[in-house]
Antibody, heavy 127, light 111 residues
């Protein structure tokens, strides 16, 4: 079965570090990009960034560059989203998703749509 | 990069058809046929409903259809059912540094 399994809910204090995970089945991981999406309480979806686990090529949305780090360990088909110093504003649900993609005629990656989603990891940051 | 513009809410009675719009620019919706639509029920993860403007993944009801004209994409739900009540988001590839952008989201209410 194609699936992405995310780590459990986290409750942290401001300033603490955190690393959450997203483990894919072999057929949901190999040859695909994996994206991370934020949903703040009562708000919409925000695309944070994406990684190709095969070679760890990583791209960030400008809003999230420098705020989080996306990484992967292909040997265990897992991607990670981490913070070095959490803020209260990081409180949200974080989803990983398999992102279908292609290449343009000038070899630029085009990210089409997300067809497999994890169930989400709730991160609560509060003093 | 601002989110794509969607109406905050759309409602309809059971059996009716409704349409949700998604307006972007020539850098995203208007420039590429890579618009997708996602359904999200409360407390659940998003689910892909439409990809590449008008294609339905396996398992999605044919009551859901997508189209595009210029910088505006649309999702139409025909034969509205109670189970269609959810939030809907459009998404698109963008040539900006953002790479991918979501719409602001539309809450669909079945009266």
């Amino acid at each position: 079965e194609v699936q992405l399994v995310q780590s459990g809910a986290e409750v942290k204090k401001p300033g603490e570090s955190l690393k959450i995970s997203c483990k894919g089945s072999e057929n949901s991981f190999t040859g695909y990009w994996i994206a991370w999406v934020r949903q703040m309480p009562g708000k919409g979806l925000e695309w944070m960034g994406i990684i190709y686990p095969g070679d760890s090529d990583t791209r960030y949305s400008p809003s999230f560059r420098g705020q989080v780090t996306i990484s992967a360990d292909m040997s265990i088909t897992t991607t990670y989203l981490q913070w070095s110093s959490l803020k209260a504003s990081d409180t949200a649900i974080y989803y990983c998703a398999r992102h279908r993609s292609g290449r343009s005629t000038n070899h630029q990656y085009l990210f089409y749509y997300m067809d497999v989603w994890g169930k989400g990891t709730t991160v609560t940051v509060s003093s | 990069q601002s989110a794509l513009t969607q109406p905050a809410s759309v409602s309809g009675s059971p059996g009716q058809s409704i349409t949700i719009s998604c307006t972007g620019t020539s850098s995203d919706v208007g420039g590429y046929n890579y618009v997708s639509w996602y359904q999200q029920h409360p407390g659940k993860a998003p689910r892909l409903m439409i990809y590449d403007v008008s294609n339905r993944p396996s398992g999605v009801s044919n009551r859901f259809s997508g189209s595009k004209s210029g910088n505006t994409a649309s999702l139409t739900i025909s034969g509205l059912q109670a189970e269609d009540e959810a939030d809907y988001y459009c998404g698109s590839y963008t040539s900006s540094s953002t790479l991918y952008v979501f719409g602001s989201g539309t809450k669909v209410t079945v009266l």
